[in-house]
Structure formats: C-alpha cells, structure tokens
C-alpha cells in the first residue's frame, strides 16, 4: 500500500514561484514513477508533469513546460515539483500519484494512491 501526501501549496502572486512536495510512505519512490495533476475549479482535472520510477525521464504538459520542474530526493523519499514564473491560469488544486505502469504518463487512469491535493493560487 501507498500513501501519498502533498504539501507546499498557498497564495502567490503571478510571476512567483512555489514547490510542491508529496512525500510517500508504504513504498518507496524508487519503486514506481510519479505525476502531478490539477485540477481547476469547473474544469477537469488534467496532467501536469511526471518522472519515471528511475528518475531518468520526465513528461511535462505543453502550458507548464520550462516554468515547471519535477524531480526527486530518493533519501527523503520526496518527489517535489518547482513552479516557476506562476500564472493565475495555475490556479488549482494539485495531486500527486504513483503510476501504475506501462509507458503512458499522461493519463490518470495510468495512476493509482493519489494524494489528497493541496491548494495553489495565483493571483493577478
């Protein structure tokens, strides 16, 4: 069984940045890959990034890409996602999950053990 927590969420003006952790207990992340999601209020929730179980490739979504940066600390059996350069268009609610396997990353139904999520907003 896995759990999966995330944190590091709030308020921060556009342009700021912030960095999600989600922190897993159970298993380690060594063992499995992981993806961020979001979800904005009245809309669906949709794929953010992803890093495979071996850390050696990351998936990023077209809107996030060279603003967002995934990554992991084995150690601490943390994946963290770097948000940079912040718009009010990321304002959501963001879940981290283990995927389940396969070679799709940006599906949900690829993943499984999500987090509760945690609240970030941007504002103009």
């Known amino acids: 069984q896995v759990q999966l927590v995330e944190s590091g969420g709030g308020l921060v003006q556009a342009g700021g940045s912030l960095r999600l952790s989600c922190a897993a207990s159970?298993?380690?992340?060594?063992?499995?890959?992981t993806g961020w999601f979001r979800q904005a209020p009245g809309k669906e929730r949709e794929f953010v990034a992803a890093i495979t179980w071996s850390g050696g490739s990351t998936f990023y979504a077209d809107s996030v890409k060279l603003r967002f940066t995934i990554s992991r600390d084995i150690a601490k059996d943390t994946v963290y996602l770097q948000m940079n350069s912040l718009k009010p268009e990321d304002t959501a609610v963001y879940y981290c999950a283990a995927h389940l396997g396969g070679t799709q990353y940006s599906i949900q139904r690829a993943y499984g053990y999500w987090g509760q999520g945690t609240q970030v907003t941007v504002s103009s």
């Open positions: 159970g298993r380690t992340f060594s063992t499995f890959g």
